[in-house]
């Protein structure tokens, strides 16, 4: 009998694993998508090519990302 | 000496079509027959209605039969992608705008770039002519025209280091063809702008719910701004979580001030509304953009995708039967009310984006370019985001089609000949001798008051038509009859949303492509931190589109009407400047017999654009020509007349005269613009066809040393070699760190 219940929460848990992998992978699409992970990128970026510079602060670094969209605006399509 | 360690391969070994087995074989039978059956139903069905299934159907599988067989032959045999090559991502990475991206990032994020406003209205006018013109021409378009656009164009861009259109035209055409290509840009610009913001004016005008719900989305960006600048740096998704919740506050809250006693002072006329938008125009181009232009593009892109989903699932589980039969008379006798004009060439004119939209060129060679990790991931990104977009535009047309069809004539009729009343639209539009067709003014009363606005007569633009589509069919899953008004704001909401991302954005990159040109003359000019230039470039371009508007809703024969097709030509010709760079650079490269491949879509559009721009030249008729409706007005003012047709006295008489005037100017600058790049590309092809000589301007092939799937999902062979990757490198350095684990 508890052999039976073990499998039935372990499975149960298998699926709340799941969904949550799956939650994980829509938030970090949408993140991608949006731009959210360029800070990141940016530090991974320096980290490897140019291990002497020492990156901006996130704030500076997005503050400068948006300036940057502002003298090259992205087009929206019609 | 050093011994290279053994690198895992950074494509695929003999990239061959996967073996014919017979699942697979099944599979592909399986998805003809389908798509077969479903284009048999859409296409003989006559006189019953057809369930909106069948449009699903017909144009998925269309679709998937494309991508598979002819966006894979583009990809390998006519643009010969090759993924042992370096892309600029690769390159030039940079960890600011050249980034290798995850293919499906990008693809989500060209396709945000891609859609708007366009594949939504211009689909709902089409369906005056029924149902098939614009499904053929949306599906069949997208597949030999518009996707082979984009995919080819980024292509080509990606091969030149994420190259401009323009700067494409002008290195692979020559000056000519360049400066031809940047005036065409400018024009299309200022055209889409216009155009645009007429239908978020006729959404808007006389309905205090959509005009309050669109002011809240200013302090909603402004807090959005001060947050993200301030509060949380770079925290986007939940700052744009927190805007869209707040804008479903500001729809709902719309209904509470429409029917309070705040209303008449969010119940603007259309010319009100016109300077309202000019002066935001204006103030989003010279403000910083961190406090309106970059959260409102955040808070339309989630707006945009989750609509865009929800209208999906609403379509395929509601399933509504459509009401317009396949053709109506007005597809072969031109006297439609929506526009004037026949089948060909004016649906081709009409449905730009969703089956070919030169726009799309200018993000095709702009950011994702730069974005691309592997070049064979062009398919995906290129034809695959177009696909989706087309997707989109079949879901306006069924929406569009499933409404009642005197409801739809009703609210796309424009004010000149409805009268404007329910009484007068009833009767006009019964007797436009539509085959069960018959409306009363009660029913049309009856449907405003349902959506909760005073009146849906001569609501023309489409966005509003669009809206009512979207709130039967919602209204179908969520919340019931009782909540079509909301739905319906939520749905004006949506498309005035990203009109004006569209207008704020559009307005600053026309002021920066007039600074850059204006700075060859006055090098002050191209500081774009100047301030006097910025605003002087900003006063420019808004004037400019903001007369057209202007004149669009105080046009006695209805703006949407006249305008419509203007915008449309323009878009083509920029579709007709991206496909002439695209035939030059196969000619030139020594690829000649794949040249059919952008030349018959570049062939069909030339003569689609042609053809409509002599008629509006040419044609004797007034309804279409619009020098022939120049004259008739002038004449009838010289003859003492006070008024004509639409036009009640003789101001009005007089702005029939000068508008006719500026869009068949217009009309000229297109149709000249067009032959002109025609004639430069086809003189460069036949030199260097005579001559033999191979001339290539994109970046000599430097070795790749990555690897990464193309397609959507990755095959068992990509696997395997993602495998040896992670196995060669266990910290992936090379991939950026949040990819690691996630295929």
Known sequence: MTGSLDRRELRARGYARSVWSALGRVIWYVKEVVGENDYERYVNHLRRHHPQTRPVSRKVFERDKIQRLGTGPNTRCC | ?743
Not at chain 2, 558 to 577: D, E, M, R
Request: proline letters at 5%; aromatic letters at 10%.
């Open chain 2, 1 to 743: 000496m050093v011994v290279q360690e053994q690198q895992p391969p950074v494509s695929v070994p003999d990239d061959r079509p996967p073996k014919w087995t017979p699942q697979r074989i099944a599979v592909w039978a399986g998805i003809a027959l389908l798509g077969g059956v479903a284009w048999s139903i859409l296409a003989l069905g006559r006189g019953e209605s057809v369930s909106a299934i069948w449009f699903v159907f017909a144009a998925l599988s269309s679709y998937a039969i494309a991508y598979r067989f002819y966006a894979r032959f583009i990809v390998t045999r006519v643009l010969r992608a090759d993924d042992t090559r370096a892309t600029p991502a690769e390159r030039l990475e940079n960890g600011l705008d050249y980034n290798r991206t995850d293919r499906r990032v990008t693809y989500g994020h060209h396709f945000a770039a891609i859609a708007g406003a366009g594949p939504l209205v211009g689909p709902v006018l089409a369906a005056q002519m029924g149902y098939l013109p614009g499904t053929i021409w949306i599906i069949v378009g997208v597949i030999v025209a518009g996707a082979v656009q984009d995919l080819m164009i980024l292509f080509f861009s990606m091969r030149r280091n994420g190259r401009s259109l323009g700067q494409m035209a002008r290195q692979d055409i020559g000056p000519v063809g360049g400066i031809a290509a940047l005036i065409a840009v400018l024009a299309i610009m200022i055209m889409i702008l216009a155009v645009l913001a007429l239908v978020v004016v006729n959404a808007l005008a006389e309905s205090p719910w959509g005009v309050f719900s669109i002011a809240m989305t200013i302090p909603i960006a402004f807090f959005m701004g001060v947050y993200l600048r301030y509060l949380r740096p770079g925290r986007i998704v939940e700052v744009s979580l927190l805007g869209c919740g707040l804008l479903i506050l500001a729809i709902v809250s719309g209904g509470w001030v429409a029917a309070s006693s705040l209303a008449p002072m969010f119940t603007l006329d259309k010319v009100t509304l016109v300077w309202c938008l000019i002066g935001y125009g204006f103030a989003a181009s010279v403000l910083p953009v961190w406090m309106l232009l970059a959260p409102r593009d955040y808070l339309s892109t989630f707006m945009k995708v989750g609509t865009i989903g929800l209208l999906a699932v609403g379509i395929l589980v509601v399933a509504p039967n459509t009401t317009m039969p396949a053709f109506t008379d007005f597809a072969f006798n031109g006297a439609g009310p929506v526009f004037s004009g026949t089948l060909f060439p004016f649906v081709f004119i009409i449905i730009a984006c969703g089956a070919l939209s030169g726009f799309h060129a200018l993000i095709a060679s702009g950011t994702t370019p730069k974005m691309i990790e592997k070049e064979r991931q062009v398919r995906l990104v290129g034809y695959g985001g177009m696909l989706t977009e087309s997707f989109v535009a079949i879901m306006a047309l069924v929406a569009a089609c499933t409404i009642d069809q005197g409801l739809y004539f009703a609210m796309n009729s424009g004010a000149g000949v409805t009268g404007g009343t329910a009484a007068g639209a009833a009767e006009f539009v019964n007797g436009l001798g539509l085959a069960g067709v018959s409306i009363t003014a009660e029913d049309l009363n009856a449907a405003a008051a349902v959506v909760e606005e005073e009146s849906l007569v001569s609501r023309t633009g489409g966005a509003p038509t669009l809206a009512i589509g979207i709130s039967e069919i919602l209204s179908g899953i969520f919340g019931g009859a009782g909540a079509k008004a909301f739905w319906y704001h939520f749905a004006i909401m949506f498309e005035a949303l990203f009109i004006l991302t569209t207008v704020d954005a559009g307005t600053r990159v026309g002021r920066f492509m007039l600074q850059d040109t204006i700075g060859n003359v006055i090098p002050r000019f191209k500081d774009t931190s100047w301030k006097v230039g910025s605003i002087l470039a900003s006063a420019i371009i808004v004037a400019a589109w903001g007369s057209i508007l202007l004149m669009g809703v105080t046009d006695p024969l209805g703006g949407i009407n006249t305008l419509f097709p203007l915008f449309g030509i323009s878009n083509q010709l920029l579709a007709a400047v991206a496909l002439a760079v695209c035939v030059t650079i196969l000619c030139k490269t020594g690829r000649v017999r794949y040249a059919w491949v952008p030349g018959i879509p570049l062939a069909w559009d030339a003569v689609v654009t042609l053809t409509a721009s002599w008629q509006k030249i040419f044609s004797d008729d007034p309804r279409i020509g619009y020098w022939a409706q120049h004259t008739q007005y002038k004449d009838a003012i010289a003859a003492g007349q006070t008024q004509l047709g639409p036009a009640a006295n003789l101001d009005q008489m007089e702005a029939v005269v000068r508008n006719t005037f500026i869009q068949g100017a217009l009309s000229i600058l297109f149709a000249v613009l067009i032959i002109v790049i025609l004639a430069d590309a086809i003189r460069v092809c036949v030199a260097h066809l005579r001559s033999g000589g191979i001339s290539d301007s994109e970046h000599p092939h430097e070795p790749s040393k990555v690897f990464a799937p193309a397609g959507l999902f990755a095959t068992a062979e990509e696997k395997r070699i993602q495998q040896m990757w992670a196995e060669h490198r266990p910290e992936s350095p090379e991939a950026p760190a949040v990819l690691a684990g996630r295929e």
